[in-house]
């Protein structure tokens, strides 16, 4: 059963995936600098030539607006969201989009899942096509995103005291965009902070990158980064925050309404090498199927996944040790033996897997991450 297949199964709750084996349609607008089209035309030729290799990937166009000559658009599909995922979260991505940046003035990136298609002819003629999106996805029109980044050993209890120290920034962006809810959280020296936003993501992370309050303490942090960044330089900053992007591909709410009682916890799971997609689906698999149980005590869950870090963002009802291994998304039989498989169970300092509730408990305890501040936007 695919994560969509169970989805269709339960009405009035939000699911949103990237795990429904649907094919993808990458769409890229793009605005040109005026004299830079030949510039441009060059840098897609490398561009798609390299991406004709990326495994998962069907085809692209690229069109040039009719209205606008400075206006263009590259439109890609491919076999399913997590080939693209990895190839777009990649340091080889960051190194073939580089030659672009010199040409383009603005850029904005969507990402859909096919759910139907027409061809022209009769239907005889039509080409067979697969990996259509079952059914449309109740959503409730929030954008979730993350960013990770480490800071230098030593330094935590400095930056998580910098992080919570601040005014909020204005949350209307404008009239169709605004931003809801910011949470921080710390698991040792690495840094998660998600962000939910009603309207363009871009537009709520470029308001945000404007506002002083928020520039303040992001240069103090800089020297606590163990990678290094210029924010006066666009290169510089391009290339730190594409690195620290840590998107969602999985949230689902639960069938049980939230009450007054229900607080937000962060849970880190690094995975083996070359296994973070598959951790995230399992995750997300069994949330899916928790998410109709009235007994767990998860009220909606968030899975964000980037290589091999996977983060899970989660609603409680009550104390987490109350239920540890429905807390850590571990409710369904077998699925403990499998995480084992996933896990690098050595970088949290723990001996195995959790077989058991004590075992359970240590892993809740050793991938629970510190909360540093979580901000909820007056209206939302």
């Known amino acids: 059963m695919t994560v969509s297949d169970h989805t269709t199964q339960a009405s009035g709750r939000v699911s949103q995936s990237a795990f429904d084996g649907s094919r993808l349609r990458v769409i890229l607008l793009l605005d040109i600098h005026d004299g830079a089209q030949q510039e441009f035309l060059d ?3 490398h561009m798609r030539n390299q991406v004709a290799s990326v495994p998962g990937h069907i085809s692209d166009q690229l069109c040039q607006s009719i209205e606008n000559p400075s206006q263009w658009l590259i439109t890609s599909e491919w076999e399913s969201a997590p080939p693209f995922l990895a190839w777009v979260n990649s340091e080889e991505h ?10 383009v003035r603005d850029t904005r990136s969507l990402r859909f899942s096919v759910l139907r298609e027409t061809f022209g002819g009769s239907a005889a003629d039509a080409p067979a096509r697969s990996g259509l999106q079952a059914s449309p996805r109740p959503g409730d029109g929030v954008v979730r995103h993350a960013l990770t980044f480490t800071v230098k050993p030593g330094s935590e209890s400095k930056v998580a005291e910098i992080l919570s120290d601040y005014a909020p920034p204005e949350p209307r962006v404008d009239d169709t965009t605004r931003l809801c809810r910011t949470s921080l959280f710390m698991h040792g020296n690495r840094v998660v902070r998600a962000v939910e936003v009603r309207g363009d993501l871009l537009a709520a992370l470029r308001h945000v990158a404007r506002q002083p309050e928020v520039r303040a303490v992001e240069e103090a942090i ?5 990678q290094d960044r210029d924010l006066d330089d666009p290169q510089s900053a391009r290339a730190f925050f594409t690195r620290a992007a840590l998107p969602a591909v999985h949230h689902v709410t639960s069938c049980v309404p939230p009450s007054p009682r229900v607080r937000r916890h962060a849970l880190y799971y690094p995975a083996r090498e070359g296994r973070g997609m598959d951790l995230a689906r399992l995750l997300s698999r069994q949330d899916e199927l928790a998410a109709d149980d009235p ?5 909606a869950s968030t899975v964000f996944q980037r290589d091999d870090i996977v983060v899970r963002l989660v609603e ?5 040790d109350s239920a540890p291994a429905r807390v850590l998304g571990l409710g369904e039989p077998g699925s403990a033996a499998e995480i084992a498989r996933l896990l690098d169970v050595e970088a949290l300092g723990i ?5 058991g509730e004590r075992e359970a408990m240590r892993l809740l305890s050793h991938a629970g991450m510190r909360l540093v501040t979580d901000r909820t936007a007056p209206g939302s």
Do not use: M, W
């Open 43 to 45: 840098a897609y030729e």
């Open 94 to 103: 960051l190194e073939t989009v580089r030659p672009l940046h010199g040409c």
């Open 222 to 226: 800089n020297p606590h980064l163990e």
């Open 295 to 299: 007994h767990s005590p998860v009220r």
């Open 316 to 320: 409680v009802e009550g104390e987490p």
């Open 351 to 355: 001996d195995g897997p959790p077989t």
